[in-house]
């Protein structure tokens, strides 16, 4: 058994009836003499990859360095776009890669040779299967180290969707992009759309709520864009632990994913990675975020927060509640400067949805204006609105 970072590779559409022998033959080639002219490929000895070619493409093993999938990844697209300005359609060269790390080993094959098999091959095969012409895709297990590594890389890797692969199994993938490489279209095959309705129903039932800080920070008065955040304090209440906590956020603009610049910390300010992508429509997100150890029960002075960014073009903010919270406090932050003079919060109960002015405000003036209503308490389905 070893461990390794695999790049798993095919060229789209080689299977067109339409296309000739020759053609066919011609393309493969022509890939697997970009891919030994990349430098990640060139630079790695022979003794720490390992390559298999798969007919319409091939899977590389990097034994050494959780990178280099990546490198070449770029590499070989900037190569392939090079080919491709230069050929007619018909020459083109359009690729799919799938990237992983994970476990191996070591098997003989019928006649002898020693290959690699293992999940690190299969889940970066099954993640190539996923996307489309151009797509990058990763699993959640390797961007997550490498988003670790270097903030660099969170210009590029892109949390997208849960996706559903081989044998049922779910896994939220990751896409590599930026504007001179990869796909930054969601593919559309395995898309898992499943409601959390049973998920949500199930936390309910195990986790108490006993505060809510909800911030919200006005970055750009021209373009109503903010930041806002989400601190819960919270506790197990059930025999069974805690792995990881939902969320739902509505947005007032269409924004994917990616746009949130979404960042998730526990009470230690530690980074907390996404669980999944449930839900992703242009107004309407809905996501899970793993905790970084599980919360057993009577766990006291347990925390996490969801900070994203959106515009409220509007001037007005509305927060929908699931379950109860008996210390709601809401904060509204903007520069001092601005035209904003008089913001209102309401309450609106679920029984009558009637508008209540919330009056226990405490305000702080400097460069910025900081209002915050304390001490509330929402009922489940309560919503509150945020006016200004």
């Given at each position: 058994?070893?461990?390794?970072?695999?790049?798993?590779?095919?060229?789209?559409?080689?299977?067109?009836?339409?296309?000739?022998?020759?053609?066919?033959?011609?393309?493969?080639?022509?890939?697997?003499?970009?891919?030994?002219?990349?430098?990640?490929?060139?630079?790695?000895p022979?003794?720490?990859?390992?390559v298999?070619?798969t007919?319409?493409?091939?899977?590389?093993?990097?034994?050494?360095g959780?990178?280099?999938?990546?490198?070449?990844?770029?590499?070989?697209?900037?190569?392939?776009?090079?080919?491709?300005?230069?050929?007619?359609?018909?020459?083109?060269?359009?690729?799919?890669?799938?990237?992983?790390?994970?476990d191996?080993?070591?098997v003989?094959?019928?006649?002898?040779?020693?290959?690699?098999?293992?999940?690190?091959?299969?889940?970066?095969?099954?993640?190539?299967?996923?996307?489309?012409?151009?797509?990058i895709?990763?699993?959640?297990?390797?961007?997550?180290?490498?988003?670790?590594?270097?903030?660099?890389?969170?210009?590029?890797?892109?949390?997208?969707?849960?996706?559903?692969?081989?044998h049922?199994?779910?896994?939220?993938?990751?896409?590599?992009?930026?504007?001179?490489?990869?796909?930054?279209n969601?593919?559309?095959?395995?898309?898992?759309?499943?409601?959390?309705?049973?998920?949500?129903?199930?936390?309910?039932?195990?986790?108490?709520?006993?505060?809510?800080?909800?911030?919200?920070i006005?970055?750009?008065?021209?373009t109503?864009h903010?930041?806002?955040?989400?601190?819960?304090?919270f506790?197990?209440?059930?025999?069974?632990p805690?792995?990881?906590?939902?969320?739902t956020?509505?947005?007032?603009?269409?924004?994917?994913?990616?746009?949130?610049?979404?960042?998730?910390?526990?009470e230690?300010?530690?980074?907390?990675?996404?669980?999944?992508?449930?839900?992703?429509?242009?107004?309407?997100?809905?996501?899970?975020?793993?905790?970084?150890?599980?919360?057993?029960?009577?766990?006291?002075?347990?925390?996490?927060?969801?900070?994203?960014e959106?515009?409220?073009?509007?001037?007005?903010?509305?927060?929908?509640?699931?379950?109860?919270?008996?210390?709601?406090?809401?904060?509204?932050i903007?520069?001092?400067?601005?035209?904003?003079?008089?913001?209102?919060?309401y309450?609106?109960?679920?029984?009558?949805?009637?508008?209540?002015?919330q009056?226990?405000?405490?305000?702080?003036?400097?460069i910025?204006?900081?209002?915050?209503?304390?001490?509330?308490?929402?009922?489940?389905?309560?919503?509150?609105?945020?006016?200004?």
């Amino acid at each position: 058994m070893m461990h390794a970072s695999f790049f798993f590779v095919d060229i789209v559409g080689l299977s067109n009836p339409l296309l000739s022998t020759v053609t066919q033959a011609s393309k493969i080639r022509v890939l697997n003499d970009s891919i030994a002219q990349c430098k990640t490929y060139e630079n790695t000895p022979d003794d720490e990859k390992i390559v298999f070619p798969t007919g319409d493409g091939m899977w590389i093993a990097f034994l050494a360095g959780l990178e280099k999938p990546i490198k070449l990844a770029k590499e070989i697209h900037e190569k392939l776009q090079n080919y491709n300005n230069e050929k007619s359609p018909n020459e083109n060269i359009q690729i799919r890669i799938g990237c992983h790390s994970g476990d191996v080993f070591f098997v003989n094959d019928l006649n002898g040779n020693v290959n690699l098999w293992g999940s690190g091959i299969i889940m970066a095969r099954r993640v190539m299967d996923a996307g489309d012409s151009e797509h990058i895709l990763m699993t959640s297990t390797m961007a997550e180290r490498l988003l670790e590594l270097s903030d660099e890389y969170r210009k590029i890797i892109h949390p997208i969707h849960d996706f559903k692969i081989k044998h049922g199994e779910v896994l939220l993938i990751y896409s590599v992009y930026d504007d001179s490489f990869g796909n930054p279209n969601r593919p559309q095959k395995g898309i898992v759309t499943s409601k959390l309705e049973k998920k949500v129903f199930e936390e309910e039932n195990s986790i108490r709520h006993h505060e809510l800080n909800l911030i919200l920070i006005l970055t750009n008065p021209q373009t109503e864009h903010f930041k806002i955040s989400r601190k819960f304090s919270f506790e197990n209440k059930s025999n069974e632990p805690i792995y990881e906590v939902y969320s739902t956020i509505r947005t007032d603009v269409q924004k994917s994913f990616v746009d949130l610049n979404l960042e998730a910390y526990d009470e230690n300010e530690n980074n907390l990675v996404l669980g999944g992508i449930h839900l992703d429509t242009g107004l309407k997100k809905k996501f899970s975020v793993k905790l970084n150890e599980p919360v057993f029960l009577d766990d006291r002075n347990k925390e996490f927060t969801v900070s994203y960014e959106t515009e409220l073009p509007s001037k007005i903010f509305e927060e929908f509640f699931i379950t109860q919270i008996n210390n709601l406090s809401v904060s509204f932050i903007f520069p001092s400067s601005s035209e904003i003079s008089n913001p209102k919060l309401y309450l609106l109960a679920n029984q009558d949805r009637k508008k209540v002015l919330q009056e226990k405000i405490d305000i702080k003036r400097g460069i910025t204006t900081k209002i915050t209503w304390n001490k509330i308490k929402v009922e489940e389905k309560d919503l509150i609105r945020l006016e200004w």
